[in-house]
């Protein structure tokens, strides 16, 4: 494994869960950025590498790697220090149902993609879209919130006390909720593993304010 391409966004939350996951498993990468306002994703050249045209991709020696979830999967696969998710078959369940709650559940229905629907197709206002956004967010961080601080397994992060395949989906999702100005006050232990996760360099290096293509 020589050259690690990730395609992606500054703003993206999914290729921001996947720069979480390759600075944690310390794996040295360039990125390839593109403005999806000018519809750079829809080019053939993309769309050679992802028919899809959806960011991120992570391109490993030639090979491309399409969705998040698979992504950071692939990459506990290509190096096997530094897991991000559990050997033990119940502790990787928790862990992954953590991920795929927010990857599945929230994501979906609050991309870029549904909201420009939303406001360019279903003539929406930015008020109703935000009422949208917020409701989503609640919904599945009222049981998390439940799901996390009932259970013994989460520590200092959201599966004991070392950051891995949870923590790079819930910290994007929390930094798009403050972006939208939702109430997270009634999620204190989300909050706590966010400021944790924010106080390790893997996480704020992959910020989305301090990528190149940042604007």
Same mark, same amino acid.
């Given at each position: 494994?020589?050259?690690?391409?990730?395609?992606?966004?500054?703003?993206?939350?999914?290729?921001?869960?996947?720069?979480?996951?390759?600075? /944690? $498993?310390?794996?040295?990468? *360039?990125?390839?950025?593109?403005?999806?306002?000018?519809?750079? =994703?829809?080019? &053939? #050249?993309?769309?050679?590498?992802?028919?899809?045209?959806?960011?991120?991709?992570?391109?490993?020696?030639?090979?491309?790697?399409?969705?998040?979830?698979?992504?950071?999967?692939?990459?506990?696969?290509?190096?096997?220090?530094?897991?991000?998710?559990?050997?033990?078959?119940?502790?990787?369940?928790?862990?992954?149902?953590?991920?795929?709650?927010?990857?599945?559940?929230?994501?979906?229905?609050?991309?870029?993609?549904?909201?420009?629907? /939303? $406001?360019?197709?279903?003539? *929406?206002?930015?008020?109703?879209?935000?009422?949208?956004?917020? =409701?989503?967010? &609640? #919904?599945?961080?009222?049981?998390?919130?439940?799901?996390?601080?009932?259970?013994?397994?989460?520590?200092?992060?959201?599966?004991?006390?070392?950051?891995?395949?949870?923590?790079?989906?819930?910290?994007?999702?929390?930094?798009?909720?403050?972006?939208?100005?939702?109430?997270?006050?009634?999620?204190?232990?989300?909050?706590?593993?966010?400021?944790?996760?924010?106080?390790?360099?893997?996480?704020?290096?992959?910020?989305?304010?301090?990528?190149?293509?940042?604007?």
């Amino acid at each position: 494994m020589s050259d690690i391409i990730l395609h992606g966004m500054w703003r993206s939350s999914a290729s921001y869960r996947v720069r979480i996951a390759l600075n /944690l $498993k310390g794996l040295p990468y *360039q990125q390839k950025n593109y403005v999806l306002a000018n519809k750079e =994703h829809k080019t &053939a #050249e993309f769309l050679s590498k992802n028919p899809q045209g959806l960011i991120p991709a992570l391109e490993v020696d030639g090979k491309v790697i399409t969705q998040s979830l698979t992504i950071i999967e692939y990459l506990d696969h290509i190096k096997a220090e530094n897991r991000l998710l559990p050997l033990d078959v119940d502790e990787r369940a928790r862990v992954q149902s953590i991920a795929y709650s927010i990857a599945c559940e929230i994501h979906p229905l609050n991309n870029l993609r549904v909201l420009q629907y /939303l $406001k360019n197709d279903m003539a *929406q206002d930015q008020d109703s879209i935000n009422k949208w956004y917020r =409701h989503w967010v &609640a #919904e599945e961080f009222t049981a998390l919130e439940k799901k996390l601080s009932a259970d013994p397994a989460t520590g200092k992060y959201c599966h004991g006390d070392k950051p891995g395949f949870a923590d790079c989906f819930l910290i994007p999702q929390i930094y798009n909720a403050q972006r939208f100005d939702c109430d997270l006050s009634g999620y204190p232990t989300l909050m706590r593993i966010n400021k944790a996760c924010l106080e390790l360099k893997a996480f704020r290096e992959a910020l989305p304010e301090n990528q190149p293509d940042a604007i």
